[in-house]
C-alpha cells in the first residue's frame, strides 16, 4: 500500500493563448494510504479565479487570498493527479462545512451535523446537579462554586461521526475540568507564583476575548479565537499575562467513521519581564477530560512509541490513540493526538491518568505537556506556538494508520507553482 505524503507539483502545461493550467502531481512513498490535507501555493501566478479537477471531477477546496493559498483534503480514492486551471468565475456552492454561532456556542458540522463546539459565552457550572448526582452536600464557600468555576474559550462537546460524546466537563472530582482546554499550571510572573488551570485556587483563568476570523467551506470550517490568560495574583486589578491566538479547524476526510481536528496555539506575554512556565506535570499544550462512561476496564491507550495505559504516563511520543468502548456497548471509538516535530519538546511528554485514577476508576485523562520536564521562559512580545492534530474516529485505528496520519501532519509541505 502507499503513503501519501502531501508534496509535490509538476509541470506547467498552458500556452499564451489558453487559459492558465497547472498539473499537479501528489507524491507518494511508503506505508498505509490516508486521506489528509494538502495545499497550493499559488503567490506567483496571476489567475484570480480557480478551478481544481481530479480526473475530470471537481474537487472542494477553500482560498486564501491573503496567504495566496488553495486548501483541500487529498482523499484515498482518488487520482494522485490534480489539474488547476483558471476559472471563468469561483461557483459558490452551499458549504458542507459550516460554523454556526448559537447561544454562546460556535458548532462546527458536517452536512449541518455539528460534531463539536467551542464555548465563547461564560459557562457557569451546575453546581447542584453535579453534586446531587454524586449524592453528597455542597460545600459551603464565600464566592458560590458557579462562579468560582465559571470559564469560557473551550471545546465540547466532541463527538464521533456516529455521536458518542468523548469529553466531559466540571466532573465533581476536578470542577476545573473543560473538555479539550490548554491552561498553563506553575508559572511564575516576576516572584508570584499563578496558576491559571487550577480554577479553585482563584490566581487566574483563561477566557475568550473575540472572533478574528470564521470560515465554512467545502474543505474545512473553523474559527480563530483571541484568549486572554488573565493573572488574578499579582496586581489589585486582572492583568492579561498571555495573548493567544487559537486556530481551530474541522476537515471533512470523506470517511463517515473519521474526521480531522487540527488545534493551533499562537501566544505571546505583554509583561514586562515576560512569564516562566514552570517544569510539571499538567500545564499548557492541549489536554482532554474524557466522558466518565471511560473507566479502566473499558479504555485503552498505544503511543508511538509503543506505551499502553500502564506505562504510557510521563514518556514522550510523536503520536498517541486513547480509545474505548461505544456508549451501545458494541464497538469503539476514540481520538489519535499527534504533536508537530516543530512543538517544544517534541517527541512530547505526556500526562496519562494512570489506571487507578480517581479511586481506583480508572478514569480517562489524556495531555501533551511540552513544560512536563523542563521549565519554559516566555519572552516579553515574543511569538511562541503549539501546534497540534487529531483524528475522531468510530471502530478501530491501527498503529500503522497512526503512523501515516503523523508522517502527512509532520511533513505537510506546500504544492509551489512557479509562474515561469
Not at 104 to 122: H, K, W
Not at 229 to 251: C, F, G, I, M, S
Not at 267 to 280: D, W
Not at 402 to 418: D, L, P, R, V
Amino acid at each position: 500500500m502507499r503513503n501519501v505524503f502531501l508534496l509535490c507539483l509538476l509541470l506547467l502545461i498552458a500556452s499564451c493563448e489558453q487559459k492558465e493550467k497547472h498539473l499537479i502531481k501528489i507524491q507518494e512513498g511508503s506505508g498505509i494510504l490516508i486521506s489528509s490535507p494538502v495545499y497550493i501555493d499559488v503567490s506567483q501566478l496571476e489567475m484570480e479565479t480557480f478551478k481544481l479537477t481530479n480526473k475530470g471531477e471537481p474537487i472542494a477546496f477553500e482560498y486564501d487570498s491573503i496567504t495566496r493559498q488553495i486548501w483541500f483534503v487529498h482523499q484515498v480514492d482518488r487520482s494522485l493527479e490534480y489539474t488547476l486551471e483558471e476559472a471563468d468565475n469561483t461557483l459558490k456552492d452551499s458549504p458542507r462545512l459550516t460554523a454556526r454561532k448559537n447561544d454562546g456556542n460556535i458548532e462546527l458540522a458536517i452536512d449541518n451535523n455539528a460534531v463539536t463546539q467551542y464555548r465563547y459565552g461564560m459557562n457557569y457550572p451546575d453546581i447542584e446537579a453535579i453534586f446531587e448526582k454524586e449524592g453528597v452536600p455542597i460545600p459551603e464557600r464565600e464566592v458560590p462554586l458557579d462562579s468560582i468555576f465559571r470559564k469560557s474559550g473551550f471545546l465540547h462537546p466532541i463527538m464521533t461521526p456516529e455521536g458518542d460524546t468523548l469529553t466531559r466537563i466540571n466532573p465533581i472530582d476536578h470542577l476545573h475540568h473543560y473538555g479539550l482546554w490548554g491552561p498553563w499550571t506553575h508559572t511564575r510572573i516576576d516572584t508570584t507564583r499563578v496558576d491559571f488551570w487550577n480554577l479553585g485556587e482563584g490566581m487566574g483563568t483563561v477566557l475568550f476575548k473575540e472572533f478574528q476570523t470564521t470560515t465554512s467551506g467545502n474543505a474545512f470550517t473553523g474559527f480563530v479565537a483571541s484568549q486572554e490568560h488573565l493573572d488574578y495574583k499579582t496586581k489589585k486589578e486582572p492583568q492579561v499575562a498571555l495573548n493567544e491566538d487559537l486556530e481551530v479547524r474541522l476537515w471533512n476526510l470523506g470517511d463517515s467513521k473519521r474526521y480531522m481536528l487540527d488545534y493551533k496555539s499562537s501566544f505571546s506575554s505583554p509583561l514586562q519581564h515576560g512569564i516562566l512556565f514552570e517544569a510539571y506535570r499538567y500545564g499548557g499544550g492541549i489536554g482532554l477530560r474524557f466522558d466518565e462512561r471511560w473507566k479502566a476496564d473499558n479504555c485503552s491507550v498505544l503511543t508511538s512509541e509503543g506505551h499502553d495505559r500502564l506505562s504510557a504516563d510521563g514518556t514522550k511520543a510523536r503520536w498517541c490513540i486513547v480509545s474505548g468502548e461505544s456508549s451501545d456497548g458494541l464497538s469503539t471509538s476514540g481520538i489519535l493526538f499527534m504533536s508537530h516535530p516543530e512543538n517544544r519538546m517534541h517527541p512530547e511528554p505526556m500526562r496519562i491518568w494512570p489506571i487507578d485514577a480517581n479511586g481506583g476508576r480508572g478514569d480517562m485523562f489524556f495531555e501533551f505537556c511540552p513544560i512536563r520536564y523542563d521549565e519554559w521562559k516566555i519572552e516579553p512580545n515574543m511569538q511562541y506556538g503549539l501546534n497540534y492534530r487529531m483524528v475522531i474516529f468510530d471502530g478501530e485505528l491501527s498503529a500503522q494508520e497512526a503512523e501515516a496520519y503523523w508522517q502527512a501532519f509532520a511533513s505537510q509541505k506546500g504544492i509551489i507553482i512557479n509562474s515561469d
